[in-house]
């Protein structure tokens, strides 16, 4: 693997990091907003796919 697709996997993991942190706050705030029983159901599941492809990128390094 070359410089470059590893660069672009670590700005991807990035990407991902931070959108589990910004799932993370919307579980706790915006989840009360709406129906918190499919509010935490949507997020939870999000949440799982994302450990899953972080998991995956972390494996191709």
């Known amino acids: ?8 996997l670590k700005n991807l993991q990035l990407v991902f990091v931070i959108g589990l942190v910004a799932q993370l706050i919307t579980l706790f705030y915006a989840v009360d907003a709406f129906d918190p029983l499919y509010g935490t159901i949507f997020v939870g599941v999000s949440l799982i796919i994302s450990v899953i492809i972080l998991w995956v990128l972390k494996k191709m390094q």
């Open 1 to 8: 693997m070359d410089e470059q697709e590893n660069n672009f």
